[in-house]
């Protein structure tokens, strides 16, 4: 009886031994690779070094994925503060964080939109997928891209944005519409 139990106790200790390296029973491979975490309805602060805000990121649903740091996220909306560059908004369908790379991609009807100032008109700028540089505070796509600021419409494919050279870059089929000079008021 006593050779019994001694075999169960030590049966066991290699059970818990195995689960622990992850052997066993299927690995813990799959656990990995599943979302350790799931908020709804969240808000997410990315600092400067200098402790400001650079970057507000929220969403309806951000799902975290522990075996790279990524999250994906539902709804995002990526709000930027970096001055001196104007605040921008940032809106999609869906997007994914990439926190060991700093990157934010986002998909689907992508919306950019910077509200008009004294110094800048407002500038509303659309396309299927947008990658956002959080730390070169950079935008880029390889797509389709419109670009509507005050009258003026500019469409073109593919795009580099610099928010702190404030200079933004269309590389392909690029087209531009000028609304007509005013005319000056007759007297």
Avoid: C
């Avoid at 689907?108 to 396309?127: C, D, F, M, S, Y």
């Avoid at 087209?175 to 000056?184: A, T």
Wanted: proline share 9%.
């Amino acid at each position: 009886m006593f050779g019994i139990g001694v075999a169960m106790a030590l049966g066991s200790l290699w059970l818990v031994e195995l689960i622990n390296r992850g052997e066993g029973f299927g690995s813990n491979d799959v656990a990995k690779s599943e979302p350790d975490y799931i908020v709804e309805q969240f808000s997410v602060v990315k600092m400067t070094p200098e402790g400001k805000p650079r970057y507000i990121i929220a969403g309806d649903k951000l799902t975290h994925h522990p075996d790279n740091d990524s999250a994906d996220v539902l709804h995002p909306v990526v709000r930027s503060l970096s001055p001196p560059a104007p605040p921008m908004t940032m809106t999609g369908q869906t997007g994914h964080i990439d926190q060991v790379k700093n990157i934010v991609d986002m998909n689907g009807n992508v919306v950019i939109e910077r509200p008009a100032a004294p110094q800048w008109p407002h500038l509303r700028l659309k396309t299927e997928a947008l990658t956002i540089l959080t730390d070169e505070d950079k935008l880029r796509t390889d797509l389709p891209v419109e670009m509507i600021s005050d009258a003026t419409v500019v469409t073109g494919t593919g795009m580099l944005a610099d928010r702190a050279a404030n200079q933004v870059d269309l590389y392909h089929r690029v087209h531009i519409i000028y609304p007509p000079p005013q005319q000056p008021a007759k007297r």
